[in-house]
């Protein structure tokens, strides 16, 4: 499978781990855009949140469950975080294999674009 997290979690690329266990792994992003910036993945190649079935609302909980326990880890659970899933083009997806975003470390932003918005909300 022609998937960059895919070679991840298959050691075929490496990463910087920062949890793993037989459902999810989470690795350092190596873009950061914040003091603390993890991806948490799924082992299970699923590309978008379009495509999680119903089998997998298990995994996804446990995704997020992950990356609370991660940033408890760290040290900022108490003063927060952020956690991201882009989905698609708009969202700003750029690798197909789910992946949640876990950002610590300093005050985010919100909104978080700045003149993208075309339409009102
Ligand atoms: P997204 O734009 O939501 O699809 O996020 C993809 C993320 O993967 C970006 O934040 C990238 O910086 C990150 N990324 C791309 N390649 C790697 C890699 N080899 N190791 C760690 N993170 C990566
Ligand atoms: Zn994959």
New binding site residues.
Partial sequence: MDC?FCK?INQE?P?SIVYQDDKVIA?????PQAPFHA?VIPRKHIPTLNDIADEDRELVGHMLQVAGKIAQEQGFASDGYRTVF?CNTHG????YHI?L?LLGGKPMGWPPYQDQLKTPV
């Fill in positions: 960059l991840i690329i990463a690795f350092n992003d190596i873009n991806l882009n700003g997806q750029t690798v992946h975003h």
